[in-house]
């Protein structure tokens, strides 16, 4: 009996050790595939020496001129505040490694977006990859994102990003969205308005301030919000800034001709 018994003790712990075994190299080759996708795709991603020919392209599309002036002070510190709030450290490599992991197991799991993309990142987006989804197009994403890091300084890739990206209105980069939803140029944006061009940016659709401004008004209150946990702005200046009037102008001034436009 105690032979028998020992018999099967053995199997079902042979059982268990087999069953873990497949279940560690199971894990290990999901761990290891999107590594292995990286490698490769770092090697068939377009060089990021390009980025500057795509967003001239697509600035041309859009009517505005390329290289615009640098995004003015106010804006670039909503928008990093915002979007990307370490984009200046000196260890930032272009994207975020937990949020890269937190967004793949996402995908994997089919869980909902779960954001986190950097400045970089949204711009790879743009340009290489605009009406592509999925794994496959998340990775490119962080591979081009690194390749930009290394290809071009910050300022450049936040002035690129600043002339592609969508503000809605039928606006594309911040010379054109200053000028039109406010008649000004960037330059002149004060913090409310700087606030609520960086905020526009997570859904340019949802929370345009034409269309829907309480949407809109809450995005603003988020980005001085931000502003305020970053040190850019107390919270006495956050509150003095959400009180004054954004100055929003008739939709159809700077539509065509783009008057207030930065130009070179």
């Given at each position: 009996m105690k032979t028998l018994h020992a018999k099967r003790l053995r199997t079902a712990r042979g059982r268990e050790l087999f069953a873990f075994t497949r279940l560690s190299?199971?894990?290990?080759?999901?761990?290891?595939?999107?590594?292995?996708?990286?490698g490769l795709l770092f090697l068939?991603?377009?060089?990021?020496?390009?980025?500057?020919?795509?967003?001239?392209?697509?600035?041309?599309?859009?009517?505005?001129?390329?290289?615009?002036?640098?995004?003015?002070?106010?804006?670039?510190?909503?928008?990093?505040?915002?979007?990307?709030?370490?984009?200046?450290?000196?260890?930032?490599?272009?994207?975020?490694?937990?949020?890269?992991?937190?967004?793949?197991?996402?995908?994997?799991l089919g869980w909902r977006d779960q954001g986190g993309s950097t400045i970089e990142q949204q711009l790879a987006k743009l340009l290489y990859t605009p009406r592509n989804g999925g794994l496959v197009a998340e990775l490119e994403q962080v591979v081009l994102a690194v390749k930009l890091n290394f290809a071009y300084t910050k300022p450049e890739i936040l002035r690129m990003?600043?002339?592609?990206?969508?503000?809605?209105?039928g606006y594309y980069g911040v010379g054109t969205a200053?000028?039109?939803?406010?008649?000004?140029?960037?330059?002149?944006?004060?913090?409310?308005?700087?606030?609520?061009?960086?905020?526009?940016?997570?859904?340019?659709?949802?929370?345009?301030?034409?269309?829907?401004?309480r949407a809109a008004r809450a995005r603003e209150r988020h980005v001085?919000?931000?502003?305020?946990?970053?040190?850019?702005?107390?919270?006495?200046?956050?509150?003095?800034?959400f009180t004054q009037p954004l100055g929003l102008v008739p939709a159809?001034?700077?539509?065509?001709?783009?008057?207030?436009?930065?130009?070179?």
């Open positions: 190299g199971f894990l290990f080759a999901l761990a290891l595939a999107p590594i292995v996708l990286l068939v991603t377009p060089p990021a020496s390009r980025a500057s020919a795509l967003v001239r392209a697509q600035t041309a599309q859009h009517r505005a001129n390329f290289p615009a002036p640098p995004p003015p002070e106010r804006f670039a510190k909503a928008l990093i505040a915002t979007e990307d709030h370490r984009f200046y450290s000196r260890l930032d490599p272009g994207i975020d490694p937990t949020a890269v992991m937190r967004a793949v197991v996402g995908m994997v990003y600043s002339e592609t990206v969508y503000f809605g209105g200053s000028c039109g939803y406010f008649g000004r140029r960037p330059s002149d944006l004060n913090w409310p308005q700087a606030a609520m061009l960086a905020g526009v940016l997570n859904a340019p659709s949802i929370d345009n301030p034409r269309m829907n401004p001085l919000a931000r502003l305020v946990a970053v040190g850019d702005l107390s919270s006495k200046q956050a509150r003095a800034a159809a001034r700077g539509r065509t001709s783009n008057p207030c436009a930065p130009v070179n």
